[in-house]
């Protein structure tokens, strides 16, 4: 994947990490504990929810799903970040700087489908607990995965066309961590307007439609569980609310890059760690501290690792 002829920038200098020596330090020490956290605690989770045939449900196949994908999302960024910190290096070929791209946009657009499949599946639950088994069967789960992959291939690859092909040829640092759209292209030595306006539509769209999609739909479950309050409609708000929270966190970042049309400041490429580091931990604490089936999994699964031969 070469730059086209007339492109003269082979490398990309990320000038979002050239900050103060202090600054440097921080960052490097925060990335690699999130970075950690992240694979311990989604690795956890996957591991817990094939070793554990209780957990054989829709909630946790796709919650396994989701773990694997905020993985593979905080991959996509973090241990680049991390050994740029590390070697003081900030530079990015032309190739790597397009091959991420093209995987954050993958990866973001699944992310975003199984967000609304989990939603969907604790609506199923919660407001018609009667045919929870019939909507949510094993084919329905299967083709919200598949259905994941491709919209988040699609989406990615219907935006990368349009940018594969500009011409890159004067200035080429990135003011950010990473490569991303809005700064890359704002590189392009033609005028971007028209394709600021695909970005928009596509990225933008897809981050507005998922996260209205989402709001509205724990809305609907918060009524029912209101309806229906029965003492128990605490415990339910608190775990709506942490969803909610990390719903909101996440989908942030999306909309103001991708539908405010003016990325000025440079706020937006600090927001993006959040997306990066901060939910992708959050995830797996919300879906296992706050869920009673996890903590006993977790326990059985403690107590074989203890015991191997009480299984
Ligand atoms: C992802 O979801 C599919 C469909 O339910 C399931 O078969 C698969 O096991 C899940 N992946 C993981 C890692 O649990």
Known sequence: MDGPNDSVVSEFVLIGLSNSWEMHLFLFWF???????????????????????????????????????????????????????????????????????????VMGGVEM??????????????????????????????SFVVAAWIVGITHAVSQFVFVINLPFCGPNEVDSFYCDFPRVMKLACVDTYKLEFVIIANSGFISMATFFSLIISYIFILVTVWKRSSGDLSKAFVTLSAHITVVILFFMPCMFLYVWPFPTSSLDKYLFIVDFAITPVLNPAIYTLRNKD???????????????THI
């Open 294 to 308: 996890m903590r006993v999994a977790m326990r059985r699964l403690g107590k074989r690792i203890v015991h191997p």
């Open 113 to 142: 489908v199984l967000l609304i499949a989990m939603a969907y599946d604790r609506y199923t639950a919660i407001c018609k607990p009667l045919h929870y088994l019939t909507i949510m069967s094993p084919k329905t789960c299967v």
């Open 31 to 105: 990335f690699s504990l999130f970075y950690m956290g992240i694979i311990l605690g989604n690795l956890f989770i996957v591991f817990t929810v094939i070793i554990d045939s209780h957990l054989y449900t829709p909630m946790y196949f796709l919650l396994a799903n989701l773990s694997l994908l905020d993985l593979g999302l905080s991959s996509t960024t973090v241990p680049k970040m991390i050994s740029d910190l590390f070697t003081d290096c900030n530079i990015i070929s032309f190739p790597k700087c397009m091959i991420q791209i093209f995987f954050i946009h």
